[in-house]
């Protein structure tokens, strides 16, 4: 696979000749990715405030929600970087990897093992998943919108 920064002006997608480029990230799409980091992350937030759990135990899922997110922009970052033919450790990559399956399978245990309702358990799940799924949407529109700004510049 060629990098993109060894592109040619014929096959470079990144043009800025007054048509929009069906690479560059359209203002809905950047909008819909932070809304959906938004509401999932607010709404596993104030579902931790208003469960009935201990303190240590709101904390662990607190925890879980940030160390998932850090992972999962780790793991965009690497792939895109290899993809871009810049140079990403095996370590460095291997461990954002691990990081982020060890967030989702930490959830899953602490879930499975918690006195929760299940939909209250459906509930963690699914705004957890929402938020890093959206988290890695982020990363990339806000990767590709620099890279386009860099380009017209």
């Known amino acids: 696979m060629e990098p993109l920064n060894h592109n040619t002006e014929e096959n470079n997608p990144i043009k800025n000749d007054g048509i929009r480029n069906p690479f560059k990230p359209t203002a809905a799409f950047i909008g819909?990715?932070?809304?959906?980091?938004?509401?999932?992350?607010?709404?596993?937030?104030?579902?931790?405030?208003?469960?009935?759990?201990?303190?240590?135990?709101?904390?662990?899922?607190?925890?879980?929600?940030?160390f998932?997110?850090?992972?999962?922009?780790?793991?965009?970052?690497?792939?895109?970087?290899?993809a871009e033919g810049l140079e990403v450790t095996e370590l460095y990559y291997?461990?954002?990897?691990?990081?982020?399956?060890?967030?989702?399978?930490?959830?899953?245990v602490g879930l499975?093992?918690?006195?929760?309702?299940?939909?209250?358990?459906g509930f963690y799940g699914m705004s957890f998943m929402l938020s890093?799924?959206?988290?890695?949407?982020?990363?990339?529109n806000t990767r590709d919108a620099k890279l386009f700004k860099d380009k017209d510049n």
């Open 68 to 82: 998932g997110l850090f992972a999962v922009i780790s793991v965009q970052k690497s792939v895109r970087d290899r």
């Open 32 to 66: 819909a990715s932070w809304m959906a980091l938004l509401v999932g992350s607010i709404s596993y937030c104030i579902g931790l405030w208003n469960a009935d759990m201990e303190l240590n135990e709101k904390g662990y899922y607190f925890t879980i929600l940030l």
């Open 94 to 108: 291997g461990i954002s990897w691990f990081a982020t399956i060890a967030a989702i399978v930490l959830l899953i």
């Open 112 to 121: 499975w093992n918690a006195d929760l309702f299940l939909s209250e358990k």
């Open 132 to 140: 890093i799924f959206a988290a890695i949407a982020v990363q990339k």
